[in-house]
Every structure is written in C-alpha cells, then in structure tokens.
Nanobody, 123 residues
Framework: QVQLVESGGGLVQAGGSLRLSCAAS????????MGWFRQAPGKEREAVAV???????YYADFVKGRFTISRDNAKNTVYLEMNSLKPEDTAVYFC?????????????????WGQGTQVTVSS
C-alpha cells in the first residue's frame, strides 16, 4: 500500500512558476513509476508527466519545454516544476503510482492516487 500526499499548488499569474511535490509513504518508492495528472472542471483526467523507476520521462505535448518531472528516492518524493504557466494549466493536479518500470500515461493504469492540489493560473 502506498499513500501519496501532494503539496505546492496555489494561485499564480500567467508566466509564473510553481513546484509541486508528492510525498509517498512506504519503503518501496523506488520501485514505482510516478505520474502527474491533471483534471480541469468538465474535462477528463490527463497525463502531464511521468517518470519511471529508471528515470525515463514522458511529457505531454502541451507542457514540453515548460514542466520538468524529477524524483528523489531518498526522500520518497516526486516533483513537478512548472514554469511559464498559462491560464489553461488551471486544474487539480494529482500524483499517481504504479509498481512498474514502464511509462504509463492512462489514469486507469495507476493503482495509487493522492488527493490532488489545486493550481490556478490567472491571466
């Protein structure tokens, strides 16, 4: 069982930056592929960035060049550095975990989820 707790969301102006963190419980964090997803009102949950246990990374096209995913296995934490934020980035951001080394981008493929953190970007 893995428990995930996100933090770092908030209100920021367009062009600004935020850093999201997701702290995981348990001693097997290094085994997990970790994903960041987001869900805006009325829209489906979508993958933003994923990092495998061997640090293979995936980025959605709409965040490439702006967001960076990283992990610190010693701290059981995965991060999402978000720069050049746009109003369309406004959403609840979730982190998710799956015990695999394969990069997965569908939300159905993840076993564990955090409660989410709100990111609001004003224009």
């Amino acid at each position: 069982q893995v428990q995930l707790v996100e933090s770092g969301g908030g209100l920021v102006q367009a062009g600004g930056s935020l850093r999201l963190s997701c702290a995981a419980s348990g001693r097997t964090f290094s085994r997990y592929t970790m994903g960041w997803f987001r869900q805006a009102p009325g829209k489906e949950r979508e993958a933003v960035a994923v990092i495998s246990r061997t640090t293979t990374r995936y980025y959605a096209d709409f965040v490439k060049g702006r967001f960076t995913i990283s992990r610190d296995n010693a701290k059981n934490t995965v991060y999402l550095e978000m720069n050049s934020l746009k109003p369309e980035d406004t959403a609840v951001y979730f982190c998710a975990a799956r015990d695999t080394n394969v990069v997965r981008t569908r939300s159905q493929e993840y076993d564990y989820w955090g409660q989410g953190t709100q990111v609001t970007v004003s224009s």
